[in-house]
């Protein structure tokens, strides 16, 4: 072991040369399970084949409980690597927890990347390279003024003091060692503990303090995991002087998770509009001025959640129908009569309407508009993302849903149809666009190239040019 260095160095080495002992006697030990069991299940076999006999039946009584010994041992262990924790006792589980850990490893592998050259590299080494390049990017500047930081470092009062830097730098006892370890979950990381939480309100005290800025504890709350216990979720969240929620509701105006009743989460998006529209005294606008506030403000209340996510389509003709029973002057005691559908007032004036939106058709165009900055800029770190995770080995025409995908994606995916039916290939160097898949000649109906039905060759349009004449081969 090592002996060398400093002490995170050292331990460091250790954990590296433990995990490497560790992962050995655990191929030995699991190996050596699964024998087992194979050979008490040929015994078993061997023994039901046999006539009935006192020392045959103790025989299989002791197989069974050894056998149910090595069960119990299989199960612990895939319950530990799928990480689910809602077991208690009585289950068998092992085959559902062993897919599970599969599902959850090959969910978060990263089997790929692409690099500066757009090449989709997929060895470790190339890999590590990629993130620690990026990283090092975002992280780090061009040129630096030395004597420029040394002026603001110097501007900044200190909040330090050398007492606290002592404390800080002092060596764990092994009071907080142990302390930290008996809050671990069996199979999860460290749980959160009451010294972090304190120093982490002291942290945005220190924060306050030095810039001037105040956190807003009474919009601020926290979420915990269903392993902590609620009395100490309440305790916890008194020390960090916010509230405890079941979950986040939204960021910037979004929802942050997305169920399965997506008429619930977006729920808040009628209900903002039906306040508004109850505000409004309908009886003394004209129709030009209802006109103009449901273009203006109805119709553009939930734009931003339109631009991420698809709304529900029920959601969309509630809104449809609080803006036409606005337009048309209904009240809580007598609706009005509606003299043309909301369909057609969505058309355009020149064609009879009134020039609203279809929400459900515009939340399409939006999002179609969001595939389209997919496909246009390839390079930004978004479409990276979604390519890395969704469609690494093919292109966003050809990409599918996915394993757990996010509603984001699957808003995205909705809305490829639409796209794809209003975009054609510009040809370029023309090895990438397909001949009989792919819309590329304006002459031709829905600019398909029609196949012919004994032709068995999938050509690209770069076969169809004498690359020497850069001609079209006749």
């Known amino acids: 072991m ?7 160095q050292q331990l460091g080495s250790k954990m590296r040369e433990l995990g490497l002992q560790l992962s050995a006697w655990h191929r030995t030990e699991f190996n050596k399970q699964q024998t087992e069991m194979k050979v008490i299940q040929e015994k078993l076999r061997d023994l039901m084949r046999q006539p009935h006999s006192v020392r045959a039946y103790e025989e299989q009584k002791l197989l069974h409980v050894q056998y149910s010994q090595l069960l119990s041992s299989q199960e612990k262990y895939w319950k530990q690597r799928s990480r689910a924790l809602w077991l208690k006792e009585g289950d068998r589980n ?3 927890f062993h897919r599970k850990a599969s599902n959850r490893r090959s969910r978060d592998m990263i089997r790929g990347l692409l690099d500066e050259n757009d090449v989709w590299q997929v060895e470790p080494q190339e890999i590590k390279r990629l993130l620690s390049s990026y990283c090092q990017g975002i992280f780090s500047a061009d040129q630096v003024n030395v004597e420029s930081l040394e002026t603001v470092v110097a501007a900044v009062p200190r909040k330090v003091t050398d007492e606290m830097n002592h404390a800080l730098l002092a060596s764990y006892t092994n009071e907080e060692i142990k302390k930290a370890i008996f809050q671990m979950h069996p199979s999860k990381s460290p749980g959160p503990d009451e010294d972090e939480c304190v120093r982490y309100r002291l942290i945005l005290d220190t924060y306050e303090q030095a810039s001037g800025q105040q956190v807003n504890f009474r919009k601020s709350s926290v979420v915990f995991s269903n392993n902590v216990q609620e009395a100490r979720q309440h305790h916890l969240a008194t020390i960090l002087g916010v509230n405890c929620v079941k979950e986040h509701d939204k960021y910037l105006g979004l929802p942050i ?3 399965r009743s997506k008429t619930d989460i977006f729920a808040y998006i009628k209900e903002r509009l039906t306040k508004k529209l109850v ?16 273009k203006a403000v109805a119709q553009t209340m939930p734009l931003y959640a339109m631009n991420c996510y698809l709304l529900p389509k029920t959601l969309c003709d509630d ?7 606005f337009f048309w002057g209904d009240t809580d005691d007598k609706k009005k009569i509606h003299r043309r559908s909301w369909e057609k007032l969505c058309l355009t004036k020149l064609e009879g309407g009134m020039g609203f939106k279809n929400i459900f058709a515009y939340n399409l ?12 800029n390839p390079q930004s770190l978004i479409a990276r993302l979604y390519k890395a995770k969704y ?15 996010s509603f984001s994606w699957r808003s995205i995916l909705s809305a490829r149809p639409l796209l794809k039916a209003g975009v054609q290939w510009c040809i370029g160097d023309e090895t990438q666009v397909s001949i009989w898949n792919d819309r590329w000649v304006p002459e031709c109906p829905q600019y398909l190239i029609q196949k012919p039905q004994d032709c068995v060759f999938e050509l690209v349009t770069s076969d169809l040019i004498d690359e020497n004449a850069r001609q079209w081969i006749p």
């Not at 165009?365 to 246009?376: D, E, T, V, Y």
């Not at 469609?391 to 990409?399: I, Q």
């Open 391 to 405: 469609f690494p080995t093919c292109s966003f025409w050809e990409a599918e849903v996915g394993e757990s995908p």
């Open 2 to 8: 090592p002996t060398t260095g400093n002490g995170l």
């Open 279 to 294: 505000n409004w005294k309908a009886k003394i606008l004209s129709s030009a001025g209802k006109e103009i506030l449901i």
């Open 365 to 376: 165009a939006m999002l179609g508009k969001q595939g389209w900055r997919i496909l246009s």
């Open 94 to 96: 092992t085959a559902y």
């Open 257 to 259: 998770r997305v169920g």
């Open 319 to 325: 809104i449809h129908q609080l803006c036409a029973s």
